[in-house]
């Protein structure tokens, strides 16, 4: 089974940074990061897909040039390494992944209706 565990969240000031990390197991074929605030829709930040070049990663223009997703295949662990975090950053964020070999395209990548594997969430709080 697909399991993801985050880590990495808490609580910082305005500017500040954070690191998350999504430790998978089990088969995934793709896989990004995701935050939700109550009252919301859970919303792609970061995710990565697959172009002729390889695999390249893809941001929301909310956090372009401040968030930065990575990977250790060897570690079977992904990070999305947060940067300059404003208030409006604040969500509970999670790891997201999906095991259907499928082309996405432009904002499907960052539809939470196209990963069927969450992890359990790890709360950012950024004060101002």
């Known amino acids: 089974q697909v399991q993801l565990v985050e880590s990495g969240g808490g609580l910082v000031q305005a500017g500040g940074s954070l690191r998350l990390s999504c430790a998978a197991s089990g088969y995934i074929y793709r896989m990004g990061w995701f935050r939700q605030v109550p009252g919301k829709e859970r919303e792609g930040v970061a995710v990565?897909?697959?172009?002729?070049?390889?695999?390249?990663?893809a941001y929301a223009d909310s956090v372009k040039g401040r968030f930065t997703i990575s990977r250790d295949n060897a570690k079977n662990t992904a990070y999305l390494q947060m940067d300059s975090l404003k208030p409006e950053d604040t969500a509970m964020y999670y790891c997201?992944?999906?095991?259907?070999?499928?082309?996405?395209?432009?904002?499907?990548?960052?539809?939470?209706?196209?990963?069927?594997?969450w992890g359990q969430g790890t709360q950012v709080t950024v004060s101002s």
């Open positions: 997201a992944a999906d095991a259907r070999v499928r082309p996405l395209y432009g904002d499907d990548r960052f539809s939470s209706q196209n990963y069927n594997y």
């Open positions: 990565f897909y697959i172009n002729t070049a390889g695999v390249v990663p």
